[in-house]
């Protein structure tokens, strides 16, 4: 019963230190400039969900990172919970606005996993149009491909990631310099 608790209070250090290196990679200034997206709390809500995917995905091919991916999105699910009691949404609606941002992560999750999976720019920016831009007002859809080029190429990056140095709280181990 308790196996689950155990497991994210081990874990808390490494999470924490993914969590910051996700966090910093999210807030790349060519993700907003270049590639688009509105430097608004909907806008850095959409960049976040785009590192934590790419994350998530990386996690994906290896069984070990599991249940550390797993902590990952609690982290962020519970992160995005504070910040919105943090710009003073009601203690009610908390729980609504929740249902609804796990629900955009999701879609963009299945919008984003054949276009990336398949290095496809053309098919990714089309879905970062449909999704991204139109859920973060503000935005430039016309810079969906710069984006799509960005997210292609963070995962290029996390698909370098070795499975020890993400157990140990790392993003990049050696390659931290060549980071997109």
Same mark, same amino acid.
């Given at each position: 019963?308790?196996?689950?608790?155990?497991?994210?209070?081990?874990?808390? $250090? #490494?999470?924490?230190?993914?969590?910051?290196?996700?966090?910093?990679?999210?807030?790349? %200034?060519?993700?907003?400039?270049?590639?688009?997206? %509105?430097? /608004?709390?909907?806008?850095?809500?959409?960049?976040?969900? #785009?590192?934590?995917?790419?994350?998530?995905?990386?996690?994906?091919?290896?069984?070990?990172?599991?249940?550390?991916?797993? +902590?990952?999105?609690?982290?962020?699910? /519970?992160?995005? +919970?504070?910040?919105?009691?943090?710009? =003073?949404?009601?203690?009610?609606?908390? %729980?609504?606005?929740?249902?609804?941002?796990?629900?955009?992560?999701?879609?963009?999750? $299945?919008?984003?996993?054949?276009?990336?999976?398949?290095?496809?720019?053309?098919?990714?920016?089309?879905?970062?149009?449909? /999704? *991204?831009? *139109?859920?973060?007002? =503000?935005?430039?859809?016309?810079?969906?491909?710069?984006?799509?080029?960005? #997210?292609?190429?963070?995962?290029?990056?996390?698909?370098?990631?070795?499975?020890?140095?993400?157990?140990?709280?790392?993003? $990049?181990?050696?390659?931290?310099? /060549? $980071? %997109?």
């Amino acid at each position: 019963m308790f196996e689950g608790f155990r497991r994210k209070r081990r874990n808390r $250090a #490494i999470v924490d230190a993914l969590w910051d290196e996700l966090v910093e990679r999210a807030r790349t %200034p060519d993700r907003f400039l270049d590639g688009g997206l %509105p430097d /608004t709390v909907l806008g850095r809500f959409e960049s976040l969900g #785009i590192e934590v995917f790419l994350f998530v995905r990386r996690c994906g091919r290896d069984p070990a990172l599991a249940a550390l991916s797993q +902590d990952v999105i609690d982290r962020f699910m /519970t992160d995005l +919970d504070h910040s919105m009691r943090e710009l =003073g949404v009601g203690y009610l609606a908390v %729980p609504k606005r929740m249902r609804k941002l796990a629900g955009r992560f999701y879609a963009r999750v $299945a919008a984003f996993e054949a276009p990336v999976a398949n290095r496809d720019l053309a098919a990714l920016a089309e879905a970062l149009r449909r /999704t *991204v831009h *139109v859920d973060a007002p =503000g935005g430039r859809p016309d810079a969906a491909e710069a984006l799509a080029h960005h #997210i292609l190429a963070a995962a290029e990056f996390y698909d370098r990631c070795d499975a020890t140095d993400i157990l140990a709280g790392r993003l $990049a181990g050696a390659d931290r310099k /060549t $980071a %997109p």
